[in-house]
Antibody, heavy 118, light 111 residues
Framework: EVQLVESGGGSVLPGGSLRLSCAASGFNLQTHWMSWVRQIPGKGLEWVANIKQDGSEKYYLASVNGRFTITRDNANNSLSLQMNSLRVEDTAVYYC???????????WGQGALVTVSS | VVMTQSPLSLPVTVGQPASISCKSSQSLVYSGANAYLSWFHQRPGQSPGRLIYKVSKRGSGVPDRFSGSGSGTDFTLNISRVEAEDVGVYYCMQGTYWPYTFGQGTKLEIE
């Protein structure tokens, strides 16, 4: 069974940093693009970043480019999102999601809540 | 690419059909024929789940009462007979262009 489990969420002051992790199991991580998608509580979905199977390509939402960094460790079946210079508007539930190979997400984690507030 | 869904709220009686529209601000056609348009369903308190990918292909385990159609900039998700478990919010998403973008969501409620 495919499983994605996020960790590392929490509360942080504006300007602070946080690192999210996603532990993958039940499939070979290195065969899939992986993404982070966020959702402001009670609001819609917003794609944040993704990374190619071997880590050679990465793409970011314009508003997080330069502040967030997506990485992966295929040997340890994990995905990460380093978030620096956090803003109040980054407050959201962050989901780890697997790209199904045709640019849709066929598996999602349970989400990790990130709260940026003074 | 801006994705616009309608309606934003959809009250439906169990057993009745339902339809959600999704329009993109530019054509989602890629490599001549493909359009990377997918649909997701999010039940209250849960993560989203994939229903449809590449416009009309049902995901694994998705009931056949769900179907997707469309081309270019206009796409539709149809539910032939709504069941109580179909409540929640439905999102379309385009994957043809970076960044991937989602529609605002359509909240389906049972009348």
């Amino acid at each position: 069974e495919v499983q994605l489990v996020e960790s590392g969420g929490g509360s942080v002051l504006p300007g602070g940093s946080l690192r999210l992790s996603c532990a993958a199991s039940g499939f070979n991580l290195q065969t899939h693009w992986m993404s982070w998608v966020r959702q402001i509580p009670g609001k819609g979905l917003e794609w944040v970043a993704n990374i190619k199977q071997d880590g050679s390509e990465k793409y970011y939402l314009a508003s997080v480019n330069g502040r967030f960094t997506i990485t992966r460790d295929n040997a340890n079946n994990s995905l990460s999102l380093q978030m620096n210079s956090l803003r109040v508007e980054d407050t959201a539930v962050y989901y780890c999601a697997r790209d199904d190979g045709v640019r849709a997400f066929d598996s999602w984690g349970q989400g990790a809540l990130v709260t940026v507030s003074s | 690419v801006v994705m616009t869904q309608s309606p934003l709220s959809l009250p439906v009686t169990v057993g009745q059909p339902a339809s959600i529209s999704c329009k993109s601000s530019q054509s989602l056609v890629y490599s001549g024929a493909n359009a990377y348009l997918s649909w997701f369903h999010q039940r209250p308190g849960q993560s989203p789940g994939r229903l449809i990918y590449k416009v009309s292909k049902r995901g694994s385990g998705v009931p056949d009462r769900f179907s997707g159609s469309g081309s270019g900039t206009d796409f539709t998700l149809n539910i032939s007979r709504v069941e109580a478990e179909d409540v929640g919010v439905y999102y379309c998403m385009q994957g043809t262009y970076w960044p991937y973008t989602f529609g605002q969501g359509t909240k389906l409620e049972i009348e």
